[in-house]
């Protein structure tokens, strides 16, 4: 009996190390798609070891949930149904991206579901349940969750950080933010929210807004110091990608300038691994705690006969996470369908960039740069460029900002023509400047005036050159019948603003004449009258976009010249002039009419900013459009140079850029 034991005991000994190894093993592979036909997946992993997931069915009627040990598991793991829709009323259709979380003790499903009788006027639901399994558990019905103001809304997640619990959803805003936004809000209870609604992204992006405009689906990974909110954009066929925002874990989620948004899409369409509309994702991590995991769901083929919103055929996904040195994560592209082993390396060296590369911004189309430099950093002000490229479109400007002069960080739109009551309220966001005085940031644009339809100047005002800006008078600071040099409506346009060694602020603006004026102390009124810069000191070729910068001694008014427009300068040693006509400091743009120059100096050395057309078609900002051109321009930068006596070299165009600076 002894000598039997000992051999049992020495066959376990043996085999238990194999039975380790295979668990590991299975925790770390399984087979893609693991769960056909089931899109908006979310995966959880509980403390009791199992994995759960949640998904959308086809049919949109029912919410079912599977468990597993493993995530390969889940493929063979039976779906109970824990909830059917109803029959008429709330709740009766559209039952979408369900999500299952546990909070206190308790288990939460929240969900998307219309009216029977109203299939598309969509809101957003929940469950509960205090029951110890939620596959076999009585589940609570607790109807819509409130929000703040009622329209189309869906996709909630929710996420505990730092003795605080949020919701993140969509929802459906206000213009000009009209598409399908994603907004976070503060959580008293786990069915409800507390305070303001904070809109953290909204569709603008080139590859947000193919098919339809949308932000969607958002999921939350904390990792490495960071808040990371992935969330799917555009159409749901091919088009649908991941794209990703960025907080610091310390920083005031609530606050969107806490928020970095990337530039391009974090996990797409792959025709190589033939996986097409990844998008709807959720982070789940292996059992040792140790590699995270993305689930997503996406299609093996990309032409979708019928309406891609019932296409049953999306499924969901699952692979590792890879992180860069500097901990963001890298999601790569979607693997193909077929046995995945998580890679032993996770890790993914990332070189900075050796220039900016021309055009700084590729996502949205640019114009009108006006760079400013505020505490070792530089914000560029622009205007947005939209439309069919046959005239000009202008819907809103925009804020980006660097440290490096390669690296631009987007700041949202702050500003747009509607924020002024007084003008027209349309696409009418032309060229602006923006300055610094006593703490407060003064952005001065052009808009057509709402009474009289000419350009006007105004100005709005912040505390953060980021904004929120507001209009600081209520009316224009000026008007058409201000300006009687020419005969035209449009020669108050282009203002641009300097503030002298003495503390003196001016404006300058203007088309076909050359206008300036001192500026009160507030920086919202004129100081006296309104002069003209003599054609003659100008080379006799103004057109318009005067711009004012110092250097020792010598005033710079540059300034574009003829049509299509160069960009010629004159020096003075006077901000009032005389000035002395010196030539061309810039060629004119590629593929662009217009050229409009902003001028700084950052870190020891001199930058020349303008506009061009060369995003050609299905390139960047262009793909699926008309490409750049005089009406979709994107903004470059390069060096400026000046010779011996002060003049300035001409600005040699390029599409390598600046190299970073240091």
Known sequence: MNNKLNKFIFSLLILLPLYVWAAKDSAMEWTNPIVPQRADPQVFLHADGYYYLAATVPEYDRIEIRRAKTLGGLSTAKPTVIWRKHDKGEMGAHIWAPEIHFIDGKWYVYFTSGPAEDIWNI???????????????????????KLNWESFSLDATTFAHKGKRYLV????????????????????TPTSITGKAVLLTHPELEWETRGYRVNEAPAVMIRHGKVFLTYSASATDANYTLGMLTADEN?????????????????????????????????????????????????NYEKIEGNSLYNPDRATRAQAVKWTTDG?????????????????????????????????????????????????RVYLYVGQDEG?????????????????????????????PSDFKWSTGGDTSWAGHTIEKDGKFYWY????????????????????????????????????????????TWDDIDPAVFIDDDGQAWLYWGNQKCYYAKLKDNMIELDGEIHVVPDSELGGQFTEAPWIHKRGDLYYLSYAAGFPEKTAYSISKSITGPWEYKGL???????????????????GKDYFFYHSGMIQHNQGAGAGKNGGGSYLRSVCVDYLYYNPDGTMKIVVQTTKGVAPAE
């Open 169 to 188: 959803w969509t929802q459906r805003g206000d213009a000009p933010y009209d598409g399908t936004n994603i907004y976070i809000a503060e959580m008293d």
């Open 328 to 376: 963001t994560p890298v999601f790569g592209v979607p693997v193909a369908d077929g046995e995945y082993r998580i890679p032993s390396d996770l890790t993914v060296a990332v070189s900075p960039p050796k220039s900016a590369t021309n055009p700084i911004i590729t996502e949205v189309f640019t114009a009108d740069p006006a760079p400013m430099v505020y505490d070792d």
């Open 445 to 488: 644009i052009t808009v057509d005036h709402g009474e009289t339809n000419d350009k006007a100047i105004g100005v709005a005002v912040a505390d953060s050159p980021t904004g929120p800006f507001k209009d600081a008078r209520g009316t224009a600071l000026i008007t058409n019948a201000m300006t009687r040099a020419t005969q035209i």
């Open 251 to 299: 920083a005031n989620l609530l606050d969107p300038k806490s928020w970095f948004k990337s530039q391009q899409p974090v996990l797409k369409s792959n025709p190589e691994t033939s996986q097409y509309g990844t998008g709807h994702n959720s982070f789940t991590i292996t059992p040792d705690g140790k590699t995270d995991i993305i689930v997503y769901h996406s299609r």
């Open 388 to 416: 069919d490229g046959r005239g000009y479109q202008m819907p809103r400007w925009r804020v980006y900002s660097t440290s490096d002069m390669v690296n631009w960080k987007d700041e949202g739109a702050p500003l747009k």
């Open 585 to 603: 400091v810039a060629e004119g743009a590629q593929n662009s009419n217009t050229i409009h120059q902003g001028i700084i100096n950052f870190r």
């Open 123 to 145: 809101r957003l639901y929940t469950l509960e349940t205090s029951d110890r399994n939620p596959l076999t558990a009585k589940w609570k019905e607790n109807g819509k969750l």
